[in-house]
Structures are given as structure tokens and as C-alpha cells.
């Protein structure tokens, strides 16, 4: 039943935002302006969501590509653990088996 309740609200929002946005767009053409001003309003918001889409990709390509250092770092530090670990097991396995042939 609340799955159901969720549905509903679900759809119900989003007629009320399809509802708004078709309002919004019959109120800016059938508003008491002329033709050039209607058009004009219009390219004003076109050009002023472009500017935000224009940002907003900015701001996401900036995050990516902090991300994709931060690993290639990541990636580099554990890289040089590693080595580190091999080396030392290797000196430590020469030493252990320098060790058993002086008792043998």
C-alpha cells in the first residue's frame, strides 16, 4: 500500500510540473507583447540557461578530472608500497636461506 501511496505521489508531481511548464509556455506566448518581445524573452532564457548548462559541465569536467588524479596518485603511492613489500620479502627470504646454509 505505501508503495502504491508513493506511485501516486509520484505521478501526481509530475503532472503538477508538466502542468506548470506548459502554463509558463502559454503564458510567455499569449503575453500582451509583441512578437520581437516575446522572442527576445525567450533567447534571454535560452542564453541564460546555456551560460548554467555552461558552468554546471565546467564544474563537472573540474570534479572528473580531480578524480582521475587523485586515483592515478593513489594508484602511484600503493605502487611504491608494493615494491617496497617484494623487496623487503625478497631480502628477508635471501636472508633466511643465507641463514640455513650456514647451519647446513
Known sequence: MSQEQNNGFGTTFLVFALGAAIGGGLALLTA???GE???EKL???VDE??????EMTEE???RLKKAVQDGKDLLD???ELIKAAIKAGKDA???E???QEKKA
Open 97 to 99: 636461506k643465507a641463514k
Open 43 to 45: 533567447q534571454g532564457k
Open 93 to 95: 627470504m635471501a636472508a
Open 77 to 79: 603511492e600503493n605502487a
Open 60 to 62: 563537472a569536467e573540474a
Open 49 to 54: 540557461s546555456r551560460g548554467k548548462l555552461n
Open 37 to 39: 518581445e516575446t522572442r
Open 32 to 34: 500582451p507583447r509583441s
